[in-house]
Structures are given as C-alpha cells and as structure tokens.
Nanobody, 122 residues
Framework: QVQLVESGGGLVQAGGSLRLSCAAS????????MGWYRQAPGKQRELVAR???????DYADSVKGRFTISRDNAKNTVFLQMNSLKPEDTAVYYC????????????????WGQGTQVTVSS
C-alpha cells in the first residue's frame, strides 16, 4: 500500500557530496516524522538524521554541520544532503517514515526503504 523508493547513493571521494532521496507513494494522508539511518558492515543500524512533521530536525553528532535533512510534504519525499563526506560515512543508508496514515481506513504504520549504498573512498 505504501512504496518507498530511495535514490542518490554511490561512490564518492572523501570531501565530496551526495544527495539521497526517498519518495513514498500510495494513498498517503499524512506522514509524521521522516528520517535516515545507516548501517555499516559489522555495526548496528544507527540514526543519522530525522525531521518532524513541522520541520524540527535532529542529527547524529558525527554528521552535524555536514549533513542536512529536509522534506517535501507535497511529494511525500525526504532528502539527505551529505557534504564533506568521510570514509567512515560508508554504509547502507535507509529512509524511515514514521506513522504513515493511508486511505481509505486511515490506518497508520511505519515504513523502511530498501537501502542505498554510500561508499566514500579515501
């Protein structure tokens, strides 16, 4: 009922930039928070950034000042602008949508994207 499509990952040199996008489709009435998580090999998935329905943002300390999260509510899309990338940013990045309410029954649930690989070379 809700599909998420992530895009924008790839290979970049240290110091470079990438912009991730996650677009949700379906009979969506509203989305609460939207966020990005990442998981590096052998590590647990961790929160990178999140944005509330009213635009309040929260970032992991490791990305503050380098990453910017934003959302387009009209297009049900969340973005992650990643600047000054470091090799330690290498991971699979997942978008997460919190409490997506869909028609016609106005039921809510959380959704995850399929993941997009970000690789930063030194």
């Amino acid at each position: 009922q809700v599909q998420l499509v992530e895009s924008g990952g790839g290979l970049v040199q240290a110091g470079g930039s990438l912009r991730l996008s996650c677009a949700a489709s379906g009979k969506i009435l509203s989305i609460n928070a939207m966020g990005w998580y990442r998981q590096a090999p052998g590590k647990q998935r961790e929160l990178v950034a999140r944005i509330s329905s009213v635009g309040s943002t929260d970032y992991a300390d490791s990305v503050k000042g380098r990453f910017t999260i934003s959302r387009d509510n009209a297009k049900n899309t969340v973005f992650l602008q990643m600047n000054s990338l470091k090799p330690e940013d290498t991971a699979v990045y997942y978008c997460n949508l919190v409490w997506v309410v869909v028609a016609p029954m106005a039921l809510g649930d959380d959704y995850w994207g399929q993941g997009t690989q970000v690789t930063v070379s030194s």
